[in-house]
């Protein structure tokens, strides 16, 4: 017994306790954690419209229901830790006291065995395991620079095939982590053929497929994709396996194509595809949508969206795809916003694409109201210049179309009035419910539970029409097959039965009165005159630049922003927008390096020197210098102000003169010209160089809020020029208003600025 103590390391103690924890405790701890890993395995989720995780992400929500069987793990794994201090497993147990901890969600405590293992542990070997699992500890425990450091550390060890296995899928989820996709395929290649676990090797070929279907390589994809067939997964991947299959299968010809849309059809029959129904309609859009036959893929889509279950992540996907080919290939932005809205609401909210999604949805419904105003707007115009006749003729369809509407519609009402829908049949009698106790236990006298009946009826059965046979898909009457005279008895009802259908259908049509419909409400909008036509034109150019800008600077499309910008420029050549707009197209070349920002960078400066865009080109920082500036302008102006109240006129002028040239990024340039401008007419009148400085102002000072002051100064000095020839009185504005005083002349004085 001595020499059989776990203190004693000789070769009969060490033996006899390595077969005491090897054929007892830890084995009986390794075969449970084998049972637990098969129920976490299946706890997964896979999203297989995304690449697959080599190692599924642990869900602690769910494993929470296996504490039971972990304790008894951790417990039957403590003994060889206790009791046999000497023998060689004491670190496999310790190993698999941690994997315990991580799926009991004790990351920390976890994180530490796995650490004591590789400082305290006598194995090499075990060593090496316990980084690899404290790899998979630091990203359950997302301390992904932890699991870096690791990982960094264990490129630089020999590794047996076993830890080989382990630590290749560890690193492929790492990097899957990060999206490096291309870094993923030599580890899962290697590490494909040392698994032990069927499924796990299925996983690892399947995402392979994934990889290489996605990196363009459909020889490759096609190769993993069979292998994964051949080896009999569980039956969700079997069945996404063989439809990717066909995926990367060579479509060139019509035999193939014609086999594969056989086999859709095949699936789609099959009753064990019931739940996978969303799924393979999704893979016949993207078959369709491969070939560019975009009808079909939609058709699909929709399908798919329609068949997809409640809360599967199948819908999100289908939304997406249906919002992205109306709006990169379709350029539909009304249904593109409607499908981004619906993928906003079904995605899952922890996916990284999910951020993008939600900002488009959101985007998308300011810039779907401008798309709308500009076709709108371009629609009132066409009309505007069609001749009374084809006006009459479009106005003639409208009204049709506006009746046929409404008659459809009340012909619907009547209908469902006349078939007893549930929703009437079930609703409750006022004289069952007043309040009795009879009332008050009989179910119809409750409106709640036969509004929940309602909904959980109409939820399994649809609508159905109360009478006999309901749950009959097809209704035919119920004939005595004895009679000898069964069929043609049969044959007289169903055609006495669809003459009085149609001849009900025909006199419920006649029984609705047709809708009066105002023929002047449709020629409301239409801009006939060209003042009106101004307006439109006007509406449009703004929706188009705020469409421009959200191309460019939102949604960062900025081909789209280009060709809609140029467009501005040649539909509008006067536009108020087109400094921005070539500034903005300087700048989208600029950063694609293309020679063109030279073209707009020219015709900016040239056409629009001083605008605060040609400013920005020739200053980069002038926004930085135009601020500086405007601190010290601020003052100075002040006292340009204060010599003109003052009445001294030369003064301020040249006052003005100097502000200018010593600031010439100022904000403030323009109200300094507006009062030399006031005091050339004091000093000299309104002769020809005062006459040059008013109409030049507008040019060099487009943005200016003076414009409409300089205007009236202009339309002043041509009516009745001797009046400011004499400076006018230097008045107290406290002072009450003088009557006498010219309304003209009072004008031009209250537009002098006070303030910069």
């Known amino acids: 017994m001595v020499s059989c103590s776990q203190e004693s390391n000789s070769f009969v103690a060490r033996n ?88 009991r969600g004790e990351f920390k405590m976890g994180i530490e065995t796995y650490k004591y293992v590789n400082a305290h542990g006598k194995d090499d070997d075990d060593k090496i395991e316990s980084l690899v699992y404290l790899v998979r500890a630091y990203m359950a425990a997302n301390q992904l620079d932890n699991a870096k450091t690791v990982l960094d550390h264990l490129d630089k060890q020999t590794l047996t095939k076993k830890n080989k296995a382990i630590y290749n899928t560890t690193k492929a989820e790492y990097l899957r982590i990060f999206e490096r996709y291309d870094e993923m395929i030599p580890l899962l290649e290697e590490a494909a053929p040392l698994q032990r676990k069927r499924d796990q090797r299925s996983r690892m070929y399947f995402i392979l497929g994934q990889l290489y279907q ?36 060579n479509i060139a010809n019509a035999n193939t194509t014609k086999k594969l849309n056989k086999y859709y059809a095949k699936l789609l029959k099959d009753p064990k595809n019931e739940e996978y129904r969303d799924k393979i309609y999704y893979e016949m859009a993207m078959f369709e949508y491969k070939q560019k036959n975009l009808p079909k893929a939609i058709e699909y889509l929709k399908l798919s969206s329609s068949k997809g279950k409640p809360g599967g ?24 916003a409607a499908y981004y809205d619906s993928t906003a609401a079904t995605f899952n909210k922890k996916d990284k694409r999910y951020p993008v999604i939600s900002k488009r949805e959101r985007i998308l419904d300011e810039f779907v109201k401008h798309i709308n105003t500009i076709k709108r707007q371009d629609s009132l115009l066409k009309v505007s210049y069609m001749d009374s006749t084809a006006l009459n003729t479009l106005i003639d369809s409208l009204v049709a179309k506006e009746q046929e509407a409404y008659r459809l519609q009340q012909l619907a009402l009547k209908k469902k009035k006349q078939s007893g829908d549930v929703d009437d049949a079930l609703k409750p009698n ?12 009989w179910y119809f006298s409750n409106a709640t539970a036969v509004q929940n009946g309602i909904g959980e009826f109409t939820q399994k059965w649809g609508k159905r029409k109360l009478e006999d046979h309901w749950r009959r898909s097809k ?168 010599l003109y109240k003052a009445n001294r ?80 009185a230097n008045v107290d504005t406290t002072i009450p208003e003088d009557k006498t005083k010219d309304t003209t002349q009072d004008a031009v004085e209250n537009a002098i600025p006070t303030k910069p």
């Open 430 to 441: 006022a004289a069952f419910t007043n309040g009795t106790p009879l009332a008050a236990s």
């Open 649 to 728: 006129f030369a003064e301020a002028d040249s006052a003005g003169t100097v502000l200018s040239n010593k600031y010439p990024d100022s904000d403030i340039l323009d109200k300094v010209a507006y009062i030399q401008i006031l005091c050339r007419i004091k000093i000299e009148g309104t002769g020809h160089d005062v006459q040059q400085a008013i109409s030049n102002f507008p040019e060099k000072f487009p943005e200016s809020t003076l414009l409409p002051a300089v205007k009236e100064l202009s339309e002043a000095v041509k009516k009745d020029r001797e009046k400011y020839i004499t400076p006018p």
């Open 16 to 103: 006899y306790h390595n077969l005491l924890a090897r054929d007892n405790s830890f084995f009986l701890a390794r075969e449970r954690m084998k049972l637990v890993e098969v129920k976490v395995y299946d706890f997964k989720e896979d999203n297989y419209n995304g690449i697959l995780h080599p190692l599924p992400p642990l869900d602690t929500n769910k494993t929470k229901g296996l504490i039971s069987q972990l304790d008894d793990i951790i417990k039957k794994a403590s003994m060889p830790i206790r009791r046999h201090k000497n023998s060689d497993y004491v670190d496999d147990s310790y190993i698999l006291v941690g994997r315990c901890r991580i799926y």
């Open 313 to 336: 992540y199948q819908k999100g996907f289908t939304y997406l795809k249906l919002a992205e080919i109306y709006y990169d290939d379709l350029e539909d932005y009304e249904n593109a």
């Open 214 to 249: 996605q990196n363009g390589n459909d020889t490759l994809a096609y190769k993993n994709y069979h292998k994964v067939v051949k080896s009999n997964p569980p039956y969700e991947m079997l069945f996404v396996a063989r439809l990717n299959l066909y995926q990367v299968t």
């Open 475 to 642: 209704k035919d009457p119920i004939i005595d097959y004895d009679s000898p005279d069964s069929d043609s008895l049969k044959a007289n009802k169903d055609s006495l039965k669809t003459l009085a259908d149609d001849g009900a259908l025909e006199k419920e049509k006649n029984d609705i009165t047709p809708l009066k419909v105002d023929r002047k409400k449709y020629l409301i909008d239409i801009p006939f005159t060209d003042s009106q036509r101004v307006v439109a034109n006007g509406k449009i150019e703004e929706a188009m630049f705020q469409v421009a800008s959200i191309y460019n600077h939102k949604l960062d499309e900025p081909q789209r922003a280009i060709r809609t910008y140029e467009n501005i420029l040649k539909r509008y050549p006067e536009s108020k927008y087109v400094p921005e707009v070539l500034y903005n197209l300087y700048l989208i070349y600029k950063e694609q390096d293309n020679n063109k920002q030279e073209v707009y960078k020219a015709r900016l400066l040239n056409e629009h020197p001083n605008s605060i865009f040609a400013k920005l080109i020739r200053n980069p920082n002038y926004y930085r210098d135009s601020k500086i500036a405007n601190k010290f302008a601020t003052v100075e102006y002040k006292d340009v102000y204060a």
